[in-house]
């Protein structure tokens, strides 16, 4: 027994058909240099690419409104990742001087690989380009000093129109991936118009929805399925056949939600939808939950120690104990989702507190 315990396997000697089975789970760069660069032996059983059954990005695809081929190819399908950084227990001594930063600045990052294959550091909330990266980052960021976990990616359609945010997913019920690009969709708002596009298509698909369509607001990926609101806060869902179903009645009627942004969030296994309501050119914000027997959203006067991260292409809820400067209880808004649309005073990337109903200056989100 007490040799049995002892008994230690090397992570250099499992067996190369386990690691070739771990490698294909790797969806990003990031992922793929992290676990080459654990030993020799890992190294060399994974190539330095991402899983070759997915689509590599930045990705051409055909534009909505797209009506020539000089058109189509100026629509880009771009996917940046989130990861929140921690230092390892061993390594609490690696300060602000080893690192350059204080740790609070360092502890959320956003990643976008460039066809060169260079990374860009992008602003969380925003999805800006920062090129300032100095003023934010060391020269020099290695990985190796902390633990990286990845929060969740976001999509976004480059065109000559503009930038939306966009979704993509695999169309199989069960998730899996496929080599082949039929198995691959993204979805968008555009103008309140719920569409999505098969890799390969040459055109986009309208969802066949006439009660919402032309109102829509926001779209999300959650347990296999596609999930959208409109300006009133009704919600369906969209399987992987494309088929419609409500999933929540409406907040407002017409006439009420004039004003009101609607966006929605998953968290764990709930659906929350945050409302943007604007009071007299003040920005306010409530949250509801939904309740998938009764179809109705309830309202969440106190989310805990939970923080809504409200990005202008993706939405996150994380712990405030997993960053310094992050308070329980509140929403971080990025400008798409703030003050820019409405005409509403206050700053672009701004904190909510549903403690207080106060919206002030965002100067760090952990990050």
């Not at 009506?67 to 690696?94: E, F, G, H, I, W």
């Not at 945010?165 to 695999?170: G, L």
């Not at 118009?193 to 390969?200: S, W």
């Not at 990926?221 to 929540?248: L, T």
Request: charged fraction near 20%; include cysteine; aromatic fraction near 10%.
């Amino acid at each position: 027994m007490r040799q049995s315990m002892n008994y230690r396997v090397s992570w250099s000697d499992l067996p190369i058909e386990l690691l070739e089975k771990i490698g294909k789970s790797l969806e990003t760069r990031i992922d793929v240099s992290r676990f080459r660069s654990v030993c020799q032996s890992w190294r060399f059983s994974v190539a330095f690419s991402c899983d070759p059954s997915s689509p590599a990005f930045p990705l051409n695809i055909p534009f909505i409104l797209g009506a020539d081929r000089t058109q189509r190819d100026c629509s880009v399908l771009t996917m940046s990742v989130l990861y929140r950084l921690q230092l390892p227990p061993s390594d609490q001594n690696l300060t602000a001087a080893s690192t350059s930063l204080p740790r609070s600045r360092i502890s959320l990052v956003r990643v976008e690989e460039a066809e060169n294959g260079k990374l860009r550091i992008l602003d969380p909330l925003s999805g800006r380009h920062l090129k300032q990266v100095s003023n934010f980052f060391p020269e020099v960021l290695n990985l190796l000093n902390f633990r990286v976990f990845e929060l969740g990616k976001a999509y976004r359609l480059q065109s000559c129109y503009g930038s939306y945010k966009a979704v993509f997913s695999s169309s199989n019920p069960n998730g899996s991936s496929s080599s082949t690009n039929s198995a691959f969709v993204v979805m968008l708002v555009i103008c309140g118009v719920l569409c999505y596009l098969k890799l390969g298509d040459e055109n986009w698909t309208i969802i066949n929805d006439l009660e919402s369509q032309l109102e829509f607001e926001d779209v999300i990926h959650h347990d296999g399925k596609f999930y959208a609101v409109d300006i009133r806060g009704r919600a369906v869902a969209v399987d992987s056949n494309m088929v419609v179903s409500e999933i929540a009645s409406p907040l407002y009627d017409e006439s009420c939600g004039k004003g009101h942004r609607q966006r929605l969030v998953k968290s764990l296994g709930d659906l929350l939808l945050v409302d943007r309501c604007p009071f007299n050119e003040v920005l306010l914000f409530k949250v509801f939950k939904l309740n998938w027997d009764t179809k109705e959203w309830i309202r969440v006067k106190n989310l805990g120690d939970q923080v809504l991260l409200m990005g202008d292409d993706c939405s996150f809820v994380v712990s405030a104990q997993d960053f310094d400067d992050c308070k329980g209880n509140c929403i971080y808004v990025g400008p798409n989702f703030g003050v820019r649309r409405g005409r509403l005073s206050g700053p672009e990337n701004g904190v909510f507190s549903l403690e207080n109903g106060t919206y002030a200056a965002c100067t760090s989100y952990g990050c």
